[in-house]
């Protein structure tokens, strides 16, 4: 008897996984057994066939039962749900969604893909016509069919994460006027806010209306329209509501199975991505995974780590080891041309997971030399560990070569590589592509300079009562705009003397952006002055400072 392996669920881990079984195994049996219409589609571009960016839905779907069956020998059966699990008798009771008829199929390995769902909280009004939730081909095609028949002029986006700010950036594109609504005081989460800001900064001024720190408290008809309520008594009108409050993992089958679930709430599996049961696998959005910075659980809906994730169980289940390494959250979004990425924790994540050993700096280096044409701003943040200097997490924002420093970042965070590996990398140079001193060497060189001591580190949020500020500017720039109480001495006076400034209290310098505050407390340093840095400077400052405003707003 042909050994039979049964993937509940396509997609990016039950789909990867069959196929990368079959290339380890040609005598073993796989079926894929998926609910909805289709077992292998991209719905990360959903968003995008909404708006139509994408304007064909089979540009979504990347494989078919036909090829799956062709090319690899793996049957699917679409229109089937998973209803039950019987781990004794190693068995799957299969409903057919349109006939209601149930059968039931054996297994020798079990794989379980189910994904998450969308997050629907039973609010009022909450399952009113106009109200969609993007998670399949036919979400987005609802979506699309309600906009064309009901002339949809505007929309309102319940929540600020990645779903949500991709639709809101797409029903603009669409021509919609588009409202988002978000509990929290930011949207982007998994950004700190002096990074995510600049993101909603750029959707305010492609026309996105926000309403933040504001949690949805029901829904109403209003005519031919809806109106989204929210807990201060605001209320949003759109022709349509989008929500994208999040998802949840899908585990009721792992659960009535007895499988054991973890403290997350998704599948608890071990590092062959097995459950409590040996004979049964899971991946994709339904498991709970491990950070690699944090060492905690988590749960994490992304793509690429699913995928590995059906890599691996199918590595061990043809009897070839394979460990997952954990997950490090390393992500991208862009609305409009601008782009913010993270990789690693957080500042919010770090603090969250009781992690204080930490030290951040900011840059704000052009994407290549300034002197060839085109050069863009970015913005980037580096945390790590001042103990070794261990890179925790990294995050940056700006309109070109974004995912190129941020995949950098990652793949150094993955070898627990050191700031110091940073500053020594060897990364591509030409003026159209970096500089001699590429933005992550620079960022590599500054937090360096940090831990060594060859230039301490005060950051906005940690300033002294007692700290002298000095702004090394030179005065035309202090002139169009600075931090309340600073004194500016721009940095070649301070050679004529000083003075003026105390030696009895830690003087905080800052210029634009980091670099001349630097030479400034090398300087003071050494002539005997407590002098630090504030990195980023007064671009740091801004930005935060925005943040802060915009959340009040």
């Known amino acids: 008897m042909r050994r039979h392996v049964v993937i509940i669920g396509g997609v990016a881990g039950g789909a990867s996984c069959a196929a990368r079984l079959r290339r380890l195994d040609e005598e073993c049996r796989i079926t894929i057994v998926e609910r909805g219409p289709h077992v292998s589609f991209a719905n990360c571009g959903l968003p995008y066939y909404v708006g139509d960016v994408i304007t064909s839905q089979d540009k979504l779907v990347l494989a078919g039962p036909a090829l799956f069956?062709?090319?690899?020998?793996?049957?699917?059966r679409l229109h089937h749900e998973a209803v039950?699990?019987?781990?004794?008798?190693?068995?799957?009771?299969?409903?057919?969604?349109?006939?209601?008829?149930?059968?039931?199929?054996?297994?020798?390995?079990?794989?379980?893909?189910?994904?998450a769902a969308p997050i629907r909280p039973p609010l009022p009004g909450i399952d009113l016509p106009g109200i969609f939730s993007v998670r399949t081909i036919p979400d987005s095609e609802r979506i699309r069919s309600w906009i064309a028949r009901h002339s949809a002029k505007t929309a309102v986006v319940v929540g600020g994460g990645f779903i949500g700010v991709e639709m809101a950036e797409n029903l603009l594109h669409r021509g919609l006027d588009v409202s988002l609504v978000e509990m929290l005081p930011q949207i982007m989460p998994n950004l700190d806010p002096?990074?995510?800001?600049?993101?909603?900064?750029?959707?305010?001024?492609?026309?996105?209306?926000f309403a933040?720190?504001?949690?949805?408290?029901?829904?109403?008809?209003?005519?031919?329209?809806?109106?989204?309520l929210t807990n201060d008594g605001s209320r949003h009108r759109g022709d349509l509501v989008i929500l994208a409050l999040g998802v949840r993992p899908e585990t009721s089958l792992a659960r009535e199975a007895g499988l054991a679930i973890g403290s997350t709430g998704g599948i608890e599996v071990d590092s062959h991505m097995r459950t409590s049961d040996p004979n049964i696998w899971a991946v994709g959005d339904?498991?709970?995974?491990?950070?690699?910075?944090?060492?905690?659980?988590?749960?994490?809906?992304?793509?690429?780590?699913?995928?590995?994730?059906?890599?691996?169980?199918?590595?061990?289940?043809?009897?070839?080891?394979?460990?997952?390494?954990?997950?490090?959250?390393?992500?991208?979004?862009?609305?409009?041309?601008?782009?913010?990425?993270?990789?690693?924790?957080?500042?919010?994540?770090?603090?969250?997971?009781?992690?204080?050993?930490?030290?951040?700096i900011y840059i704000h280096p052009m994407n290549h030399v300034g002197y060839y044409p085109g050069a863009k701003p970015m913005h980037l943040k580096i945390l790590f560990r001042p103990s070794d200097g261990r890179l925790l997490g990294a995050q940056a924002v700006g309109e070109s070569d974004i995912a190129r420093r941020m995949d950098v970042l990652s793949a150094m965070l993955q070898k627990d590589s050191t700031v110091g590996d940073l500053a020594e990398a060897e990364l591509c140079y030409a003026p159209q592509f970096g500089a001699a001193k590429d933005p992550v060497n620079f960022a590599g060189m500054v937090a360096s300079n940090a831990i060594d001591g060859d230039m301490p580190v005060v950051n906005w949020d940690s300033v002294p009562?007692?700290?002298?500020?000095?702004?090394?500017?030179?005065?035309?720039?202090?002139?169009?705009g600075h931090v309340p109480d600073s004194v500016n001495i721009p940095l070649p006076a301070l050679r004529l003397g000083t003075s003026a400034l105390p030696k009895d209290r830690p003087i905080l310098a800052y210029c634009k952006v980091g670099q001349r505050g630097y030479y400034a407390v090398r300087f003071l340093r050494q002539h005997g002055y407590d002098a630090r840095n504030v990195p980023g400077g007064i671009l740091t400052w801004q930005a935060a400072q925005s943040a802060r405003q915009m959340r009040k707003s």
């Open 286 to 360: 339904a498991v709970q995974v491990r950070n690699v910075v944090t060492g905690m659980p988590q749960l994490l809906a992304l793509a690429g780590p699913a995928n590995r994730q059906g890599r691996i169980a199918a590595d061990n289940i043809a009897g070839r080891p394979s460990v997952f390494r954990g997950v490090q959250g390393t992500s991208i979004i862009g609305v409009f041309g601008l782009a913010a990425a993270a990789t690693g924790c957080s500042e919010t994540a770090l603090r969250r997971a009781g992690i204080t050993d930490y030290e951040k």
């Open 465 to 480: 009562e007692n700290a002298f500020l000095l702004d090394v500017r030179d005065q035309d720039e202090f002139a169009e």
């Open 84 to 115: 039950r699990v019987d781990p004794a008798a190693r068995s799957v009771a299969l409903r057919h969604a349109e006939t209601g008829k149930e059968d039931n199929l054996a297994y020798d390995a079990l794989v379980l893909a189910p994904g």
């Open 69 to 76: 069956k062709t090319r690899f020998d793996i049957d699917v």
């Open 194 to 209: 002096e990074i995510a800001w600049p993101m909603q900064k750029h959707l305010e001024d492609h026309g996105c209306l």
């Open 212 to 228: 933040l720190g504001d949690p949805v408290a029901g829904f109403e008809a209003a005519g031919g329209s809806l109106d989204v």
